[in-house]
C-alpha cells in the first residue's frame, strides 16, 4: 500500500482498478495473463520486437546517409539493445513462469534497466536512461497498435491515472465509467480540474511522478475531498473509505431535499443559486440542483476537441438548447474565453512564453473579429427564444470593454438590417477577473449591466500564481487576504452603485467562504452544478448579521492560513458533520 498527496480538485472518494496512462497517453495495461494466452502473448511481443528492429534500422540508414555513420551509431545502440538475448530472456520468464501481459514486462525490465543509469551520476548516463525509455515507447507502441487511448471509449468501471489529460479529453468522459481521474501534473485552477468536477468525477491533480510505480489494473482509491491516493490499499483502508462513501451518500441524499427550497438566509436574505455548465447537456444536472439560471457557460467548448471553427448556427443550436431546456431562467452566455490552457487550433501566437498574459480570451476574439461576429451573432439569434444575457471575458481595460460592445453594436446592427429577431434591450456584462478591472470598478459600474467575479483567474493575477501549474499551487488560494480584500471592493463598489455583482469562480462553490461572501454584501452566486445544495444548504443555515461579523474578522486577519483557519471554526459550528 503507498499513500500519495496531490490536490484536491473535485471532491468525493473513488475506490476501483486503474486504467494507467502515461505522458504519451499510452494505456499501461493489466499486469496479469490467463495462463492459456502465454503462447499467443509471446507471439505478440516477438512481432513488436521486430516491427520495432526494422523501424530502427530504417532511422539507422537515413540518418547514416544523410549525416555519416557517427550520427548513426545511436541507433546501432538501440539494435543491439532491441536483439539482446540477456533481455529477450528476462521478458520471456516474466510471461511464462510470472503470467506477466507483454507490455508489463517490457516495462518492468526496461525500466529497471533505465533505473540503474538514472543512478549513476551525469548527464551522458541520463541521456542512456533516455535511450532505454525510448526504446520501451518503441515496443508499446507496437504492441498496442495505437498512439493515444480512446478516453471517450472506456467502457467498464475505471480511476484514470495519467500524466495529465486536456481539458477537452476530460470533457470526453463518462462519468458513468470513469469513477475517478488522477494526474501528475496540473494545478488547482486548471480547466481539466474544473472540468472533472463539473462532471462530478472524484478528482486529484498534480501528485507528481507516480505512474511507474502502478499498473492497470491495480486497486486504487482517490480521495478528492483531501487530495490523496492510495495505490494497491490493504482491507482495513478499503473498508475505512467504503465507510466514507456511504456517509457521503446520506448527506447527499439529505441535500437532495433542499431541490425545491430557496437559498435564502435565517434572516430572509435570498440569494441567487445559478449553475456553471461547459456543454448544453449540463442544464439537466443544474434543473435537478434546483438552479436559477445558468450564471456561467463558457461557450470555448464548443471550439475544444475540434479542428474546425464551429459554423453559426452550429453555434446557434447549442445556444438555443440550453435556453429552450432553461425554460425561461436567464443564461449568462460568456464570449469566448479561448487560449492559455484551453489552446485550440488557431494560428500560434508566436511561441507564447506566457499564455495566461497573452493572445487570450477577449483580446483574442478581438483580433479574430469574425470569429468574435459569428459567434455574438448566434448569441443574438438565440436571444429571441428567452433570457440570455452577453458577458465578456478577461476584461483589463475600459477600452477594451468598449471595443467588445462596438463589435456587439455591430452584429445588432447587421441582424437588424435582415430582419432577424433578438432582444434588443440584452443585457451586457463583464468579468471582474484582472485586478486592473478592479481597481477601475468605479469606472465600470457606468458601462455595463452587471458583473461577474471569476475568482480562478482574478487568484492567478492577484497573487501572480499560474492556476495550473502544481509546483506553485500552496499559493493559489482564494483564502489570500489580497483576494479577498479584491472581492470586497469589487462588491462593495457594484452594491453603491446598484449594478449586479454575481461570482461564478470556484471559491463560491465551496462552502468554506459562503459565510464571508455573504457578510461581503455578495448575494449572486454561480457554482458547478454539483455543489448547488451544499451552498443552499449553507445560506440557510447562517443569518446576514453572523456573515457580516465573520466578514470583518476575516478582513483583519494578514495570512491565508489564518483566514483559512478561521473560516473552519466558524463553518464546524454551522456543520459540525462537514468534512474539513
Ligand atoms: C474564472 O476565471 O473564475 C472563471 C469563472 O472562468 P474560467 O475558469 O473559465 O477562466
Ligand atoms: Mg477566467
Redesign the pocket.
Known amino acids: 500500500m503507498e499513500r500519495l498527496q496531490g490536490i484536491a480538485v473535485s471532491p468525493g472518494i473513488a475506490i476501483g482498478e486503474s486504467l494507467v496512462l502515461d505522458n504519451e497517453g499510452f494505456r499501461i495495461p493489466r499486469r496479469f495473463l490467463p495462463r492459456d494466452a502465454v503462447e499467443e502473448e509471446l507471439l505478440r511481443l516477438g512481432k513488436a520486437f521486430h516491427a520495432a528492429e526494422a523501424e530502427v534500422e530504417r532511422n539507422r540508414k537515413t540518418v547514416s546517409e544523410q549525416l555519416g555513420d557517427d550520427y548513426a551509431a545511436i541507433f546501432s545502440a538501440h539494435l543491439q539493445m532491441l536483439r539482446d538475448r540477456r533481455l529477450h530472456d528476462e521478458i520471456e520468464e516474466m510471461i511464462r513462469v510470472r503470467h506477466y501481459s507483454p507490455e508489463y514486462a517490457v516495462s518492468r525490465a526496461l525500466r529497471r534497466y533505465a533505473k540503474v543509469f538514472q543512478s549513476l551520476q551525469g548527464k551522458y548516463m541520463a541521456e542512456r536512461a533516455n535511450d532505454i525509455f525510448d526504446i520501451e515507447k518503441r515496443i508499446l507502441r507496437n504492441l498496442l497498435g495505437r498512439s493515444r487511448e480512446e478516453l471517450a471509449n472506456i467502457t467498464s468501471p475505471v480511476l484514470v491515472l495519467a500524466h495529465n489529460i486536456t481539458p477537452s479529453e476530460t470533457a470526453s468522459l463518462n462519468p458513468r465509467f470513469v469513477l475517478g481521474l488522477v494526474t501528475e501534473i496540473g494545478g488547482p485552477?486548471s480547466?481539466t480540474a474544473?472540468v472533472a468536477e463539473g462532471l462530478g468525477i472524484p478528482a486529484v491533480v498534480g501528485v507528481g511522478p507516480f505512474l511507474t510505480d502502478v499498473s492497470g489494473g491495480d486497486t486504487v482509491i482517490i480521495d478528492g475531498d483531501q487530495g490523496q491516493i492510495v495505490l494497491r490499499p490493504d482491507e482495513e483502508t478499503v473498508a475505512h473509505y467504503r465507510h466514507e462513501v456511504e456517509e457521503q451518500r446520506s448527506l447527499a441524499a439529505k441535500l437532495e431535499a433542499l431541490r425545491d427550497l430557496p437559498a435564502i438566509t435565517m434572516d430572509g436574505q435570498v440569494v441567487q443559486m445559478m449553475g456553471?455548465i461547459e456543454f448544453p447537456h449540463e442544464v439537466e444536472l443544474c434543473k435537478q440542483r434546483g438552479a436559477n439560471g445558468i450564471g456561467?457557460y463558457?461557450t470555448?467548448f464548443l471550439y475544444l476537441g475540434r479542428d474546425d471553427d464551429p459554423s453559426e448556427d452550429a453555434h446557434y443550436e447549442s445556444y438555443a438548447e440550453v435556453v429552450n431546456d432553461m425554460g425561461g431562467l436567464p443564461v449568462v452566455m460568456?464570449t469566448l474565453?479561448l487560449g492559455a490552457d484551453?489552446m485550440r487550433s488557431l494560428p500560434d501566437p508566436e511561441d507564447e512564453r506566457n499564455p495566461f498574459l497573452g493572445l487570450r480570451?477577449i483580446r483574442l476574439a478581438l483580433r479574430n473579429r469574425d470569429l468574435f461576429r459569428t459567434q455574438l451573432r448566434a448569441i443574438l439569434r438565440a436571444s429571441s427564444l428567452g433570457e440570455i444575457r452577453i458577458m465578456f471575458?478577461?476584461i483589463s481595460t475600459i477600452m477594451e470593454l468598449r471595443q467588445a460592445r462596438m463589435v456587439l453594436a455591430d452584429a445588432m446592427e447587421d441582424l437588424e438590417e435582415a430582419n432577424v429577431p433578438f432582444d434588443r434591450s440584452i443585457k451586457v456584462g463583464m468579468?471582474v477577473?484582472v485586478p486592473s478591472a478592479i481597481m477601475m470598478m468605479d469606472r465600470f459600474v457606468d458601462e455595463v449591466d452587471f458583473f461577474?467575479?471569476?475568482?480562478?483567474?482574478?487568484?492567478?493575477y492577484c497573487l501572480a500564481v499560474d492556476?495550473s501549474n502544481k509546483d506553485v499551487a500552496n499559493l493559489y488560494t482564494a483564502a489570500d487576504p489580497a483576494v479577498i480584500r479584491m472581492i470586497e471592493i469589487a462588491v462593495r463598489v457594484a452594491n453603491q452603485h446598484g449594478v449586479p455583482i454575481s461570482?461564478?469562480?470556484?471559491?463560491c462553490g465551496n462552502p468554506l467562504y459562503t459565510m464571508l461572501l455573504l457578510g461581503l454584501g455578495l448575494r449572486s452566486f454561480?457554482v458547478t452544478p454539483s455543489a448547488i445544495p451544499e451552498i443552499k444548504r449553507a445560506c440557510r443555515s447562517v443569518s446576514t448579521e453572523q456573515c457580516v461579523r465573520v466578514a470583518e474578522h476575516v478582513l483583519k486577519l494578514e495570512s491565508a492560513r489564518d483566514v483559512k483557519n478561521f473560516l473552519k471554526e466558524e463553518l464546524a459550528k454551522v456543520f459540525p458533520e462537514l468534512p474539513l
Do not use: A, V, W, Y
Not at 452 to 460: A, E, K, M, R, V
Not at 503 to 507: D, I
Open positions: 485552477g480547466h474544473i456553471n456561467l463558457r470555448e460568456r474565453d484551453k480570451s471575458p478577461l468579468m477577473e461577474s467575479i471569476g475568482t480562478n483567474d482574478l487568484i492567478q492556476r461570482m461564478c469562480g470556484q471559491m454561480s
